[in-house]
C-alpha cells in the first residue's frame, strides 16, 4: 500500500502520522505573519516529514514581495531543521527556481502539470516533481512522467476525491513496471529526500 504525507493545514494540530506543515501563499495574513510563523514552528513534532506547501502563486492577494520574504523565511527555517520543503507554484516557477539557491534541503514541486520545457528547467535545478490526478488523463503531462528521472518522481491526491492507487496503476503503466517496483521507487526517493 503506497505511503502519503498529510498536509496541515494552517492552524491545525499537529497529527501522529507523517505531515508537512508550511504558510501557503493563499493564507499568508500580512498582519499576522509573526503569529504564522510561531504555529509553524510550534508544529514541528518527531512526525512532521516536510516544511510546505509553501511557495509562490500569481492569484494570491497577498502581494508578491511579501510571498517572497515569507517564502525564503520557510526556506531557511527548513535548511535549520533540515526538513524538505514541499512547493506550491502558480506561475511563478522561474521565480521559485531562483530561490534554489538558498535552499540546503531538497525542493518538491507539489501538483506539477505543466509543460515539458518548465519540468525540465526544474529538474535541471534539482527539484523532485510530485504528480497528481492530472496525470490520468492529460497527454502531454505524461510524456513529462515518462521521461522524468525514476528518483525525481513523487505521486500525491492532493485531498482529491479518487483512490491513489488508481494514480499508481497509471503510473506504473506509463512507466513500463509493476505497481509494487513504482511503490518502492517512491519509498526509496522519500528516504532520499529525509536524509536531505
Known amino acids: ?15 501522529n502520522f507523517p505531515y508537512s ?18 504555529w509553524l514552528e510550534s508544529n514541528i513534532t ?6 510546505g506547501e ?3 502563486d500569481s492569484f494570491a492577494e497577498t502581494d ?9 523565511r520557510q526556506i531557511r527555517f527548513a535548511n535549520e531543521i533540515k526538513k524538505p520543503v514541499i512547493i506550491h507554484c502558480v506561475r511563478k516557477f522561474y521565480e521559485v527556481i531562483s530561490f534554489k539557491k538558498q535552499a540546503e534541503q531538497p525542493m ?9 520545457s518548465i519540468a525540465d528547467d526544474l529538474l535541471r535545478h534539482n527539484f523532485y516533481l510530485s504528480f497528481g490526478k492530472a496525470l490520468l488523463y492529460n497527454l502531454s503531462l505524461q510524456n513529462t512522467f515518462k521521461t522524468t528521472p525514476a528518483d525525481r518522481i513523487f ?12 494514480l499508481y496503476g497509471k503510473a506504473s503503466e506509463l512507466r513500463g513496471i509493476s505497481t509494487e517496483k513504482m511503490n518502492e521507487q517512491i519509498l ?9
Not at 526509496?188 to 536531505?196: D, Q, S, Y
Request: proline fraction near 5%; hydrophobic fraction near 35%; aromatic fraction near 8%.
Open 1 to 15: 500500500m503506497p505511503n502519503g504525507i498529510y498536509n496541515l493545514g494552517l492552524g491545525a494540530d499537529p497529527v
Open 21 to 38: 506543515v508550511g504558510i501557503h501563499p493563499k493564507d499568508i495574513d500580512p498582519s499576522a505573519i509573526e503569529d504564522q510563523f510561531r
Open 46 to 51: 518527531a512526525d512532521c516529514f516536510a516544511v
Open 54 to 56: 509553501c511557495g509562490l
Open 64 to 72: 508578491l514581495k511579501i510571498q517572497e520574504d515569507v517564502f525564503l
Open 108 to 116: 518538491i514541486i507539489h501538483g506539477f502539470n505543466k509543460k515539458q
Open 155 to 166: 505521486l500525491e491526491t492532493d485531498n482529491e476525491d479518487f483512490n491513489i492507487g488508481e
Open 188 to 196: 526509496e526517493n522519500l528516504e532520499t529526500i529525509k536524509n536531505g
